[in-house]
Every structure is written in structure tokens, then in C-alpha cells.
């Protein structure tokens, strides 16, 4: 699978955060680019975000299969170091960078706090037009997105 996105962001800023290895596949990989990285020697979750048409900003999938099957946000407790969200919208091209601290923050992981999530939508910093409840998203997001392009 080609992880255009994730190849984009390595072009432009290189080793900055680690070395990048070659990003693994997992399951959901579809349309989100959803993979696994080694970023020098912390591994990061991948995905592409998706713009939809008729709400700011743009999707991301986040989940895994339990042993029955079924999809469940990711745990608290998983051995990743954080999540690479890629967003491009027309020219623009930027990344969120959520460490697993913020994650569980953000309630995306489960945890004894936050049942967790297996989709979120992300707010780069060029949305407009938003809505109090996405201001405040975007807020709490703002720390984790560079924009990279536009």
C-alpha cells in the first residue's frame, strides 16, 4: 500500500522527529492511509484524514478489531507513541501530531476516563466558519497541527 502522505511529510521535513522506517499496513487502511511507523524508536500510528463536503475539517478512522471481530477505539495502554493525522485540502497540506498524552486528553483512546473513539474529526488551523463546539475542538488541537504547505 502507498502511504502518499506520509512519503509527503518525510520529503519536507526529513528526520526531524527520528529516522522513518517503512510504514506497515493495518487493517483499516482503505482510504485513510492507516498504517504503523517507526519514527527513530518510537512507533507512531498513520492516517489520512478525509475532507467531507458538507462539514469543516475532515475525518479520521481510528480503531481495531477485538478478538469477536468487532471495532473498538484503541486503549490507553497501547505501545504507540502518538498519531500522524495528514490533512491535504486543495493546496493545503499539514499534519496533526497528537502524542499518546493528548490522545487520552482528548478522550480518542479509552481509558478509566474516556470510553475512546473510533473516528474523530480534526480542525487545521485554515478551517472557518465553524461552529462553538468545533472552535473549541479546534482549540484543544491547535498545539498538535503544522501546517506544511498553503
Not at 8 to 25: C, H, M, Q, Y
Request: hydrophobic fraction near 40%.
Amino acid at each position: 500500500m502507498a502511504f502518499q502522505a506520509f512519503d509527503r511529510w518525510v520529503t519536507i521535513v526529513g528526520d526531524s522527529f527520528g529516522a522513518p522506517g517503512l510504514p506497515s499496513a493495518e487493517e483499516q487502511r482503505g482510504e485513510y492511509e492507516s498504517g504503523t511507523v517507526m519514527l527513530g524508536t518510537q512507533r507512531w500510528r498513520i492516517r489520512t484524514a478525509h475532507v467531507t463536503p458538507t462539514k469543516p475539517g475532515a475525518f479520521v478512522a481510528v480503531w481495531r478489531r477485538d478478538a469477536a471481530g468487532r471495532t473498538e477505539p484503541f486503549g490507553g495502554d497501547d505501545d504507540c507513541a502518538g498519531l500522524l493525522v495528514f490533512v491535504r485540502d486543495g493546496e493545503q497540506f499539514g499534519v496533526f501530531r497528537f502524542a499518546a498524552p493528548q490522545l487520552e486528553e482528548l478522550g480518542v483512546v479509552s481509558s478509566a476516563r474516556h470510553p475512546g473513539k473510533r473516528g474523530f474529526r480534526v480542525y487545521p488551523s485554515w478551517s472557518t466558519g465553524l461552529n462553538p463546539q468545533a472552535t473549541r475542538t479546534q482549540r484543544a488541537q491547535a498545539g498538535a497541527f503544522e501546517t506544511l504547505l498553503g
